[in-house]
């Protein structure tokens, strides 16, 4: 019957402009015009949200202590003394993704009714009841799953993240830690112009940051890569006991490892007095700078090597041997097939992967933290919060924990957020496996 109304053209003399008006308004009114009855009852749900819950909230009403979108302005300026900036900033900033899905919902009351007038102009029916719950069982699941996702990423991803850029223009420090006002740009010259407490030091651990990054990601992948090669070697005998072993930095817990180390390169531990029994003199490798940057380094070599090493020899397995086979009787070397025929596979298959070693270790707390704690110190040019080691991580953990200046950090965050975005985009953009998915 469904099929014999559908294919029956409807005359009509006129279309009722006003539908799709009225659908704005009063989402599911439209509908219940085009008599399409479940569109109307579920567009009407959507109408008590948008006028019972998201506008009241929008303007203050069912706040817990904010005063709705109108707070992301005065940010608590004149209000109770209970009452704190950062919970008026976080409910102001519901209270726009609200309205935003107020008018989603006016939109899709709209357009829908739009088109399905366009449609009986052509002489197409409605959709009846029936075909409306055939068609969400048949195609509507994607976009129930995806309706449902990005509510739920709009409160658990976005508000985060929009909280974080809002309170980089704002001036939280442990002076003004209930209430603070904006400072616009104020946090972002302070970095820029090196100057601050947060400022100084700003771009000096940005530099040992990209150091840091480059040489750990870079001598682990290599370190990685010439193992799962050794291993994969024809001539190699016990491969699944060398295996084994490689993978134990993998599989030992990292923050047992950093502490073990951190451990034995203090001035009395076991590393420090071997390297002092080689080379004399007094090896304290937690009070100098390079030294401790040089054990990081090495450290993380160790710990991420046994990832790269288990990620090499799976792609390794699967290249074919007729390629080596098909090389050597063209006469290429050892050195030519690893570079012809190895590394390009292998590259090809882990570039992603890769990719994400240098954004992890860019952002790698723990083993800063725990090794030295930033450490050693250097006051005349750290100031009082950083040390010579720490990262921008774990700088931004001290100035936000710790010290409480919570606007400044988040202005860090954001400027460092952006940068491995755009490493990131660019890395996934020029990698051979993206440009084979197109």
């Not at 990081?296 to 070599?301: H, S, V």
């Not at 992890?360 to 725990?370: A, D, K, R, T």
């Amino acid at each position: 019957m469904s099929d014999i109304v559908r294919k029956t053209p409807v005359e009509i003399e006129k279309v009722n402009k006003i539908a799709p008006i009225l659908s704005i308004i009063i989402p599911g009114l439209g509908q219940l015009l085009n008599k399409q009855y479940l569109k109307a009852c579920l567009l009407f749900i959507g109408t008590i949200f948008i006028y019972f819950a998201a506008i009241p909230y929008a303007l203050g009403y069912g706040n817990y202590r904010g005063q709705g979108i109108y707070g992301l302005y005065t940010l608590a300026k004149g209000a109770k003394k209970l009452d704190k900036s950062m919970i008026f900033m976080i409910e102001g900033l519901v209270a726009v993704i609200l309205i935003l899905l107020a008018i989603t919902i006016m939109a899709v009351a709209f357009m829908d009714c739009r088109d399905v007038l366009k449609a009986k102009a052509k002489g197409i029916r409605p959709k009846t009841t029936f075909e409306i719950i055939t068609s969400i069982q048949d195609d509507g699941f994607p976009y129930i799953v995806t309706v449902s996702t990005g509510i739920l990423l709009m409160f658990i991803v976005l508000l985060p993240i929009f909280t974080t850029i809002l309170l980089s223009f704002a001036g939280m420090d442990p002076k003004h830690q209930s209430k603070f006002a904006w400072v616009g740009l104020k946090n972002y010259l302070l970095l820029i112009e090196g100057k601050g407490i947060a400022g100084g030091p700003f771009w000096l651990i940005l530099g040992w940051t990209i150091i840091w990054t480059i040489f750990s990601s870079t001598c682990a992948i290599a370190v990685g890569f010439f193992l799962a090669l050794l291993a994969n070697n024809d001539r190699i005998k016990g491969k699944s006991i060398i295996r084994t072993v490689f993978l134990l930095p993998w599989a030992v817990p990292a923050f047992i490892t950093i502490m073990f180390f951190s451990i034995m390169t203090s001035p009395n531990g076991q590393i420090t007095k071997l390297l002092e029994g080689i080379f004399g003199g007094n090896f304290a490798i937690k009070s100098s700078a390079n030294l401790t940057r040089i054990a990081l380094i090495l450290l993380q070599t160790w710990l991420g090597s046994s990832y790269i090493f288990l990620l090499s020899t799976g792609v390794l397995q699967g290249i074919p041997q007729d390629l080596y086979e098909a090389a050597e009787i063209d006469g290429a070397t050892g050195w030519q097939k690893l570079s012809k025929i190895t590394l390009p596979l292998v590259l090809f298959q882990t570039a992603p992967l890769l990719i994400g070693q240098y954004t992890f270790n860019f952002n790698n707390f723990s083993i800063i933290y725990l090794f030295n704690g930033g450490g050693p110190f250097d006051p005349s040019n750290y100031g009082n919060i950083a040390g010579s080691t720490d990262l921008l991580i774990s700088y931004i953990y001290k100035l936000t924990i710790e010290k409480q200046y919570q606007s400044i950090g988040a202005a860090i965050t954001i400027f460092i957020s952006l940068g491995l975005m755009v490493f990131a985009y660019i890395g996934f953009k020029n990698s051979k496996a993206f440009k084979e998915e197109k």
